[in-house]
């Protein structure tokens, strides 16, 4: 199909993206230019023991991730595993609760500190994403294929076939889940506080920042790990388009569940401890903490505890809500033009438009909050109010929901948009009325995904002044001080408003949301 030469919301979308996305980091360019001593910092021995140290982190999640994820996530989507359908609601539970919270609980629990609980439970709450790339590719494989196999060979010609297909969506998802460890600051931060330093990127570019509030000096410490994401980044995006064209055929027949026989019962176990360590440790620690934990646990001492939250981070809660909903109903307009143009623009478009709203997360959000700083603190009608919280979250996520909407096109027929743009319907109302009524599932999972992000974001919020008004940030400094019911009364309701969006949609709708590319 022909694309129009102007479309005025995906002007706007472009304009949004340059401003909100990428001006952040052409303004840390432009400071690293003008400074170019500071890029001595990279010749301290320590930077390479701290390149080799994350890297060695982001390796060691990407592989627990994987071994746990894409059995998981295969098992839930295509077998008969008891009680499949529950597990694997259950099962996104730990990437839905914050870091933050597995490791104020977990390091509770066992007494386990340093690089090797720092991978676990950064493996841990990434899991997740590993599961869904792989129950989504699991459940394209046309069903004539898997009967073939059968056929031909039985079950071991099943795997032989099915493994090659879902193999790309599952390296996507390490490849994400590597990128979200070597990022992470908020949980080394807080396993370190309790046991053996282990110092990352992240730490060294925040105590950069923090100590010196030297802007140049702090860019060029986070170079190596703007590298590293790019490693992470590219083979990401062109796995997941591989992963998805792999799988989408013609006259597609839904694959049947296969029978695991006497495997079933150990195939849910499995599952079952993944959900129980990934989301019933924490949620039952928080729970008993919040009742009065080792004083004593009693249903008066839990109400209290919820009380005190409610009344000290009422305030907090509600600009966590409210940027989250503003971030999430903002971007979804900008990622439906973003992701409609790069599936039905020529070969640049198609590869280029991906790669451009992923360069935000190339930049660890420590260093994407630091250049927001050194962008809008000249602005202090926007620097100080939540506007400049709204405006990062979209710039830093927008990549999101664009590679969703970009997927969910992909699979409608352009010909309903040609007959359209022959009957003289303008670019707009092409967008609302032909393309996005069927994309409602991506769309929905899009804003999702943003507010979930939004109200998790505590990297940047230690960072930026105006997202110091949210939950997350009030419990990483609550925490630092000592466990208290009342810090774990509010871990559960920012668990709650985290969650919330989802169990909603799945009470008032009989479809599934789709949340992934």
């Known amino acids: 199909m022909k694309t129009p030469r102007f479309d005025p919301l995906f002007a706007l979308a472009i304009a949004a993206l340059a401003l909100l996305g990428l001006a952040p980091l052409g303004i840390m360019g432009w400071r690293l230019v003008a400074a ?26 990407a592989a627990i991730a994987g071994l746990v994820g894409a059995p998981f996530g295969f098992l839930v989507a295509r077998t008969n595993l008891p009680l499949g359908k529950l597990l694997g609601a259950l099962g996104l539970l730990p990437f839905l609760i914050p870091p933050l919270f597995l490791a104020t609980t977990w390091t509770q629990v066992w007494d386990l500190r340093g690089a090797t609980m720092t991978a676990l439970l950064i493996g841990l709450s ?24 059968l056929l031909a060979g039985g079950r071991p010609a099943v795997f032989a076939m099915t493994w090659p297909l879902i193999a790309p969506a599952v390296m996507a998802g390490c490849a994400f889940a590597f990128l979200f460890a070597i990022h992470d600051f908020a949980l080394p931060d807080y396993v370190s506080s309790v046991g053996p330093k282990f110092n990352v990127f992240a730490d060294e570019v925040f105590a950069v920042w ?83 934990g080792p004083r004593g646990w009693s249903l008066p001492a839990l ?47 198609r590869f280029g438009l991906p790669l451009t709203v992923l360069l935000p997360l190339a930049v660890p959000a420590i260093l994407y909050g630091i250049g927001t700083i050194l962008l809008w603190n000249r602005f202090e009608w926007i620097y100080g109010s939540g506007a400049l919280v709204v405006m990062m979250i979209i710039g830093r996520f927008l990549c999101f929901p664009t590679l969703v909407c970009q997927s969910g096109v992909a699979a409608l027929d352009p010909q309903l948009e040609e007959a359209a743009q022959l009957a003289g319907a303008s670019p707009l109302r092409r967008l609302l009325q032909i393309v996005a009524p069927p994309l409602w599932p991506s769309l929905a999972g899009s804003w999702t995904l943003i507010f979930i992000l939004a109200v998790r974001e505590l990297d940047a919020a230690v960072i930026v002044p105006a997202a110091k008004q949210t939950a997350m940030y009030r419990v990483f400094n609550a925490v630092h001080f000592g466990h208290s019911n009342y810090v774990a009364a509010l871990s559960l309701l920012v668990i709650f408003v985290v969650i919330l969006p989802g169990l909603l949609w799945a009470l008032f709708s009989n479809r599934r949301m789709e949340i992934l590319p």
């Open 36 to 61: 170019p001593e500071s890029l001595q910092v990279l010749e301290d021995p320590r930077v390479m023991s701290l390149l080799g140290r994350t890297l060695a982190l982001g390796l060691s999640v």
């Open 126 to 149: 990434n899991t997740p994403i590993v599961a869904l790339f792989t129950a989504k590719a699991a459940g394209r494989i046309d069903a004539r294929r898997e009967e073939a196999a």
């Open 210 to 292: 923090v100590v010196d509030q030297n802007a140049p000096e702090a860019v060029a410490t986070g170079i190596p790990l703007v590298l590293l994401t790019l490693a992470a980044l590219l083979p990401a995006l062109l796995l997941m388009r591989r992963g998805s064209m792999a799988t989408i055929e013609g006259n597609f027949e839904a694959p049947k569940p296969m029978d695991l026989g006497a495997a079933r019962w150990p195939a849910f176990l499995f599952c079952g401890a993944f959900v129980v360590a990934g989301a019933g440790v924490p949620l039952g620690r928080l729970f008993w903490e919040a009742g009065g």
């Open 303 to 349: 109400k209290e505890a919820f009380a005190l939250a409610i009344e000290l981070g009422r305030s907090d809660i509600f600009h966590s809500i409210l940027f989250a909903v503003a971030a999430a109903s903002l971007a979804l307009p900008l990622a439906l033009a973003l992701g409609h143009r790069a599936e039905r623009g020529g070969f640049i478009a």
